[in-house]
């Protein structure tokens, strides 16, 4: 009895398909993290043992999906060109580090602690998410790097007039810095203003506008980038699937494109078949 290869590659591909058995791999991932959180408690020798347990089965059963996607697809070099892939199987590879009593086994907790964004690769709603976020961070740095400046100046000005005040909250930069940042966070910053109010009573005009350019505006600005990248990253995802909006207008695109595209051809050939009807009554 012979195996057919492609046959055997086909059902590795049904079964990575599958919607039941991607639901059945999102659950084992979630159990995954129950136990890496259930360890953190103190727990007695049998149910520890029950964890070991259960933790080898899910590191083999994360080893066997592994290798169910990676001869689903054509070739090793097809499965490694996605990132997500690359990024799974790290993670998989990593968690057959052993976890007893090793130099190796603090890496091996640690490594399970990151089966849990697994959970990103294989949804790809979460995908989207994370996508977009990386993506933003390159713009929220020049967002952040002008904060900063603006923290810089306001907590220059606050330790050159409030450090007699309060040293706690104002002696140098440094620390008017967080008392600034717990005015931005609004963690009781009214306490930091009255106190300085007894002083200096128009004191209320510097935690204002602090709060407007820097808890109102960049903040703002961070939003506005986020939410403009996520959209970008959902209209990307739709032309991939061909789902929604965007999806069917790069459908239609595309198609409008293939047409166009026979029509050229359908019009070269009629142009030739004219002109081959045309060469016999040529004199020559």
């Known amino acids: 009895m012979t195996i057919d290869s492609s046959a055997l590659q086909q059902r590795f591909v049904s079964i990575r398909e599958n919607k039941t058995f991607e639901t059945f791999v999102i659950a084992v991932i979630i159990i995954s993290a129950l136990v890496i959180g259930a360890k953190t408690y103190t727990i007695n ?3 520890d043992l029950l964890f070991k347990i259960l933790d080898i089965t899910i590191t083999l059963f994360f080893l066997s999906e ?3 996607r990676m001869i689903a697809d054509h070739s090793l070099k097809k499965f490694f060109s996605k990132g997500w892939n690359i990024f799974d199987f790290i993670i998989v590879t990593a968690s057959l580090i052993p976890i007893d009593e090793s130099e190796m086994a603090l890496l091996g907790r640690l490594l399970r602690i990151f089966r849990v964004l697994r959970l990103v690769s ?7 998410l994370l996508n977009a976020f990386v993506t933003a961070i390159p713009r929220m ?3 952040s790097v002008l904060m900063f400046i603006f ?4 907590a220059a000005m606050g330790s050159i007039f409030f450090s007699k005040i309060n040293p706690e909250l104002w002696d140098n930069i440094t620390i008017s810095m967080l008392t600034l940042f717990r005015v931005a966070t609004f963690e009781d910053w009214t306490d930091v203003m009255y106190e300085t109010m007894e002083v200096y009573p128009f004191s209320w005009i510097f935690y204002l506008t602090f709060i407007f350019i820097v808890a109102f505006v960049f903040l703002n600005m961070m939003i506005g980038i986020v939410l403009e990248v996520l959209q970008r990253e959902h209209e990307k995802f739709d032309r ?5 909006e965007a999806g069917e207008v790069h459908w239609i695109r595309e198609h409008t494109e293939s047409m166009e ?3 050229k051809s359908m019009e ?3 142009i030739n078949l004219q002109e081959n009807k045309k060469s016999p009554s040529d004199p020559s």
Do not use: D, H, N, S
């Open 66 to 68: 592994i290798i169910i």
């Open 45 to 47: 020798a049998q149910v």
């Open 122 to 128: 294989i949804i790809p709603e979460l995908r989207v």
């Open 240 to 244: 991939e699937t061909g789902e929604g």
């Open 151 to 154: 923290f810089y100046i306001y």
């Open 141 to 143: 740095v020049y967002v």
């Open 261 to 263: 595209q026979r029509m």
């Open 268 to 270: 070269k050939m009629l």
